[in-house]
């Protein structure tokens, strides 16, 4: 038990499926369930960890959540109400994200501190003296040095990127902040200072999280819920200490054993098992109601 | 020996000053062979990547004392001797599969180009030879795949193709920068064993730049710390991971979050940030963050391999340097 089985929910999805078009061919009209009907609930102060395979529908339920793609089938429910009955606005100051792939996210021709500046631009937040100082204090705040305030991304490294990407995210002092891959392009010394800054503030600030990465070991650490994917469908879903101590689903014993921990000359595991496997796909026992 | 660089500087002019991105860094990679590049963000992995495949920002200034591929030297060739060789003998795996690859063209016609760049073989052969190494990369419904774009696919996917499109043409050396980061661990030790069987049955070598040190301790023969542009430890896997003795590598075992680590607190994290490279540059790049730092590191420190110890750039005698990584570090060390 996480300890917030009282907290309101915040975050509901219901039911929640979305396809996408294989193949482009007019005659193959092949379909792909990226999500699979697929119902959570986030509550205050969660944080909810998403593993799963590669392709498992991860990114695209983020997205749904943000309300960035729409889902094919079934709702997703912010405070109770359809996330389609906000406004984009109103959506942004409440959720935001930090995406996979700090690279593409940065608009290459900005400077740090427009780009972090940027939702207050578009919220008409604030002077533009008083913007540019809530971007200087941003910076601070995921450690980057002020004197980055005026580069450009393309003169950063991918860990430095990463940190923009989080500052300008918090910019609207979000509530619910979902980071797909947030620490994946970071050395394991900038990932401890970006995780620690997302406890810190989760603390500060009240933040919900919702953090997707394949990195089971920072998962474990950082959350207090864990949703397995395997090809759309959520196959558990259990309290990250469950879930790490016994887990009940092939799947994810698998991806426990795959884990790569320090052992020098080990090698690597080998973890080959049939994809193709319908067991892989029958989610776990339902998770004891809390 | 498949690739040697010895003495790697790359400068790059900025609004600010000059950038000493690399400073001076060696190292070799032998047939087979696995090199290990590890280091704090933006200490230059990625351009020394770049550097030995000619792929340096344009401003960017390369100087080295060797830069040999298979014994040829890699710096005085002609624009089209390594674009023959950039994409056939070497293959690069990019940290941003974004850039490189192409949006308006579909997988397919990228992975089939590369290998008509430089064989004279068939569309159909070449989109066989592309439906089979994507396969072997395990993305399933290869032919399927040939006809997407690349923002139709998921990262992992775009990861994955990368791989399969590095290994179109056998290359005898593979730099990898993150290849399997965006990747679930089950399709990344797919990865991973599969680079290791390539390599063992022809002898392809292996530059892997990986912030993951569980990987790292796995796969590598050797590794190479890095930190602002200098190497600052090397040694095989096991003296690295059993016998860390530069500050920064006990730093880095030290942050790692682990099972035995309470959950939801903070982890030990490594206190500043890196020094700026503009300019001039002076003493140990580590002090400004180091807990042993005395005045001695202000002056410039050099890789040195006393006795009974690997390469290390650090002026702490190894026995003290063991010292601290026990108490950093725990009885383990
Ligand atoms: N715009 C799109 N058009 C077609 N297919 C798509 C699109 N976006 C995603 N998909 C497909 O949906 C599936 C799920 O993709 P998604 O990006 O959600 O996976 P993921 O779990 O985030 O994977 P990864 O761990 O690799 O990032 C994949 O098969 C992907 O190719
Ligand atoms: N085109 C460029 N112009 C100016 N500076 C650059 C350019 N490319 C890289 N740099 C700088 O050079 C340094 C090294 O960058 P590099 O990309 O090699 O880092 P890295 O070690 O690969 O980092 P990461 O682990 O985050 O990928 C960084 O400080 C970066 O800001
Ligand atoms: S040389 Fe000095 S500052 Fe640098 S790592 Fe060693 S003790 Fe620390
Ligand atoms: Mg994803
Ligand atoms: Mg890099």
Known sequence: MSGLENHPVVLEMRDVTRTFRLSRGWLRREMLTAVDNVSLQLRKGDVLGIVGESGSGKTTLSKMMLGLLAPSAGEVLLDGKPLTSFDRRALARRIQFVFQDPYSSLNPRGSIGAIIAQPLRIHGIGTRAEREKRARELLDVVGLPSRLFDSSPGQLSGGQRQRVVIARALALRPDILVCDEPTSALDVSVQAQILNLLLDLRKEFDLTYVLVSHNLTVIEHMTTEVAVMYLGRIVELADAENLFGNSSHPYTKILLRSAMTIAPGAGIPDVEFDRGDPAFRVPAAARQSR | ?333
């Open chain 2, 1 to 333: 020996m498949l690739l040697d660089v010895q003495d790697l500087t790359i400068d790059i002019p900025t609004a600010s000053g000059v950038l000493h991105a690399v400073q001076g860094i060696s190292f070799s990679v032998d047939e087979g062979e696995t090199l290990c590049i590890v280091g704090e963000s933006g200490c230059g992995k990625s351009l020394t990547a770049l550097a030995v495949m000619d792929l340096l920002p344009r401003r960017a200034i390369r100087a080295a004392t060797s830069l040999a591929f298979s014994g040829r030297d890699l710096r005085g060739l002609s624009r089209e001797a390594m674009n023959r060789l950039r994409g056939d003998r070497i293959a690069m795996i990019f940290q941003e599969p974004m850039t490189s690859l192409n949006p308006v063209f579909t997988i397919g016609d990228q992975m089939i180009d590369v290998l008509r760049q430089h064989r004279k073989v068939s569309r159909r052969e070449a989109r066989d030879r592309a439906v089979y190494l994507l396969d072997k990369v395990g993305i399933s419904s290869p032919e399927a795949r040939l006809a997407q774009y690349p923002h139709q696919l998921s990262g992992g996917l775009r990861q994955r193709v990368m791989i399969a499109m590095a290994l179109m043409c056998d290359p005898k050396l593979i730099l990898a920068d993150e290849p399997t980061t965006a990747l679930d661990v089950t399709i990344q030790a797919e990865l991973l064993r599969l680079l290791m069987a390539l390599q063992q049955e022809f002898g392809m070598g292996l530059v892997l730049i990986t912030h993951d040190l569980g990987i790292v301790s796995r796969m590598a023969d050797k590794v190479a710390v890095m930190y602002a542009g200098q190497i600052v430890e090397s040694g095989t896997a096991e003296t690295i991971f059993n016998d860390p003795l530069h500050p920064y590598t006990q730093g880095l075992m030290a942050c790692l979050p682990a099972p035995e680590r309470q959950r939801m607190q903070h982890l030990k994290a490594i206190p500043g940030a890196v020094p700026a490279l503009v300019g001039a540059i002076e003493g140990c790049r580590f002090r400004g963050r180091c807990a042993h730092a005395q005045p001695v590191c202000e002056r410039d420190v050099a890789l040195r391999e006393p006795a009974g110890a690997h390469p290390y750039r650090c002026v702490l005698p190894a026995e003290t340097s063991r010292d601290n990584a026990r108490a950093v570090l725990g009885a383990g060390a």
